[in-house]
């Protein structure tokens, strides 16, 4: 059944997807620029950071430096990562061949 909302409820949930959606682009940039490493990211999602554990793990990939499209899927493949994968779901083998793939620490 699907709940019903009132315009208040509404507004508030609106609101709310868009500062998750804000969080997510400024962490996207974070890991773009390399002030952010792929460790420091898994410990946001660890936290129970919503913006970062609700991430999909192809976006995350391709925020870092030299991920393309193609080469994200061949990663994600390799470390046998399904396309629609969050970065919660993700198993404790697959967690370490990121750190592996994409290097530990950020740039600062």
Not at 43 to 69: F, H, T
Not at 79 to 107: F, M, P
């Given at each position: 059944?699907?709940?019903?909302?009132?315009?208040?409820?509404?507004?508030?949930?609106?609101?709310?997807?868009?500062?998750?959606?804000?969080?997510?682009?400024?962490?996207?940039?974070?890991?773009?620029?390399?002030?952010?490493?792929?460790?420091?990211?898994?410990?946001?999602?660890?936290?129970?950071?919503?913006?970062?554990?609700?991430?999909r793990v192809e976006y995350?990939?391709?925020?870092?430096?030299?991920?393309?499209?193609?080469?994200?899927q061949q990663l994600m493949?390799?470390?046998?990562?399904?396309?629609?994968?969050?970065?919660?779901?993700?198993?404790?083998?697959?967690?370490?061949?990121?750190?592996?793939?994409?290097?530990?620490?950020c740039r600062e």
């Amino acid at each position: 059944m699907v709940t019903i909302m009132t315009g208040d409820e509404r507004r508030r949930a609106l609101d709310r997807a868009l500062e998750i959606r804000r969080q997510r682009s400024d962490i996207r940039q974070h890991l773009k620029t390399g002030a952010l490493g792929i460790d420091g990211f898994l410990e946001l999602a660890d936290r129970n950071y919503q913006a970062a554990a609700d991430m999909r793990v192809e976006y995350l990939i391709r925020s870092m430096p030299g991920y393309a499209k193609k080469r994200t899927q061949q990663l994600m493949k390799s470390l046998h990562i399904s396309a629609g994968r969050r970065v919660r779901g993700l198993g404790h083998v697959q967690r370490e061949g990121l750190i592996k793939a994409l290097g530990g620490g950020c740039r600062e």
